[in-house]
C-alpha cells in the first residue's frame, strides 16, 4: 500500500510555514502539560519541520527526529542539524526505532498514522521507548472532505486511533478536536509500568 506514503521528491511541501497555523505546537503542548519534558522523539520526522518547532517552543535537551526516508534524513543532516544541534536524525525502519527503552519524555506523530500498514507495531514502539509517566500524542487528519491532506478512504477516525493508542498500553487517552483541520490524541504511560 505504497500509495499512502508521502513522496519524498515533494518534500518542499513539508515546511510550508501555514502547517504551523494549522498545528500550532504551542497549543498542542499546552493540551500536554509536560512542563519537565526534556527528551522528545518525532516519529516520522519527514523534514523535522515540526521537530524545529517543538525544539524551539519545548526547548528539549535532545530531539530525535526518526523517519524511513534516506532523502528526508539527509535533508535534516543539511539544513537543520548545524542550526538545532539538539535535533538528531535517526533512520528508522517501518516498524521498529533503533533508540533505547525508556528514552523519551515524550513521543509524537504529526500526520503520519494514515500513512501506517501496521500502527500497532510503531505504537508498541513509541510506547516502548516512552519513559514510564511519559506521554504519545498524535496528530492527523480530519475524516472529512477537505481541499487539503490525503484522500478521504486512507484517513482515520480518532475513535479507531484511540483504540490503537489503548492497545498498545498507554491510558488516559484524551481526543482534542478543537484544530480545524485535524484532530489531537493524547495518552500517558503509566508511571509503574517499565
Known amino acids: 500500500m505504497h500509495d499512502k ?17 494549522d ?4 497549543r498542542i503542548w499546552d493540551k500536554l502539560n509536560r512542563p519537565g519534558a526534556d527528551v522528545l522523539l518525532e516519529i516520522g520526522a519527514g523534514t523535522a519541520f515540526f521537530s524545529v518547532a517543538f525544539q ?31 535535533i538528531i536524525p535517526v533512520h528508522s525502519g517501518e516498524n521498529t ?11 509524537f506523530m504529526i500526520n503520519l498514522h494514515h500513512e501506517l500498514d501496521n500502527p500497532a507495531l510503531i505504537l508498541a514502539e513509541a510506547y516502548r521507548t ?12 480530519k475524516k472529512e472532505n477537505m481541499a487539503e491532506g490525503p484522500p478521504l478512504h ?28 485535524h ?9 509503574q509500568h517499565a
Open 5 to 21: 506514503k508521502f513522496d519524498p521528491k515533494k518534500l518542499e511541501k513539508l515546511n510550508n510555514p501555514q502547517r504551523l497555523q
Open 23 to 26: 498545528i500550532p505546537p504551542a
Open 56 to 86: 524551539r517552543h519545548v526547548k528539549p535537551s535532545t530531539l530525535y527526529a526518526c523517519d524511513v526516508s534516506e532523502t528526508m534524513l539527509d535533508w535534516v543532516h543539511n539544513n537543520i542539524v548545524a542550526e538545532f544541534p539538539a
Open 97 to 107: 526505532i533503533p533508540l533505547a527503552d525508556g528514552i523519551a519524555d515524550v513521543a
Open 130 to 141: 516512552v519513559k514510564p509517566g511519559g506521554a504519545v500524542f498524535i496528530v492527523d487528519w
Open 154 to 181: 486512507i484517513r482515520c477516525t480518532p475513535e479507531q486511533v484511540m483504540e490503537q493508542v489503548q492497545r498498545a498500553g498507554f491510558t488516559n487517552v484524551n481526543v482534542f478536536n478543537d484544530l480545524p483541520k
Open 183 to 191: 484532530f489531537l490524541l493524547v495518552g500517558t504511560k503509566d508511571a
